[in-house]
């Protein structure tokens, strides 16, 4: 899958960087008694970030995928942490965000994970405001091939919606689960009339490939250019 092969290629530069700098058990490097030594390892380093960034420019990307009508891209979201689709919906505005879960979820390294069920485990993100009110209605939702579920329901300000996981600065609502079924049953409802439901998957799990290798290149080029900076 690209998505793993893209992992691969983080694990394999991880891997690459540790042979060449060592671990404090095995090896040691004195930089600053030698600059011809430092200036072996950082030609290694440039080699192969050099190497690595020709193996992933050469990955073929995912088939194109449209979003689901009436959803629209985001102009920027590739740059950019913010929403990655919006539609209107009556007098709503609505826009959706998604990140990975595996991202998200601490001491999992993404390089290491050998099927797809954590890769198809989605975030999503929504909001819905209306015209002349300070708040937005927000959705977080656990997005799937084949389903969607609802985590938590909240009240943000326009304000906090600027950034994914900023911490709302009033109560957050009560558990989802805790919610009568009829309420949570009328909550899936609510989403599902406005097109939030599983059929964004294909996109979204497409544009997070697209995203994940623009990032990786980005990275490898970034790196590179303070190792030489460095010389």
Not at 55 to 75: L, N
Not at 102 to 124: A, T
Not at 154 to 171: A, D, I, M, Q, W
């Amino acid at each position: 899958m690209w998505r793993r092969a893209i992992a691969r290629a983080t694990g394999d530069i991880r891997s690459q960087l540790q042979t060449i700098t060592g671990t404090p058990s095995r090896r040691h490097y004195s930089y600053s008694s030698s600059s011809s030594s430092s200036s072996v390892v950082n030609s290694m380093i440039l080699r192969s970030l050099k190497e690595q960034y020709t193996e992933v420019s050469k990955m073929a990307p995912p088939p194109k995928v449209s979003p689901p009508e009436p959803f629209t891209v985001v102009k920027g979201a590739l740059d950019s942490g913010g929403p990655v689709l919006k539609r209107t919906y009556g007098d709503e505005e609505i826009s959706l965000s998604v990140m990975r879960m595996i991202n998200i979820l601490p001491g999992v390294d993404p390089s290491e994970i050998d099927g797809d069920d954590e890769i198809n485990q989605l975030f999503l993100h929504a909001d819905i405001s209306k015209p002349g009110q300070d708040y937005v209605l927000h959705f977080l939702c656990g997005l799937y091939p084949d389903a969607l579920g609802i985590h938590s329901v909240s009240l943000r300000h326009k304000r906090e919606t600027l950034g994914l996981l900023e911490v709302p600065s009033k109560y957050n609502g009560p558990s989802f689960e805790a919610l009568d079924h009829r309420m949570r049953d009328a909550f899936h409802g609510y989403i599902e009339e406005r097109g939030i439901n599983d059929s964004l998957f294909p996109f979204l799990q497409a544009w997070l490939y697209v995203k994940d290798h623009r990032g990786l290149m980005h990275w490898f080029k970034s790196v590179g250019s303070c190792v030489k900076k460095a010389n």
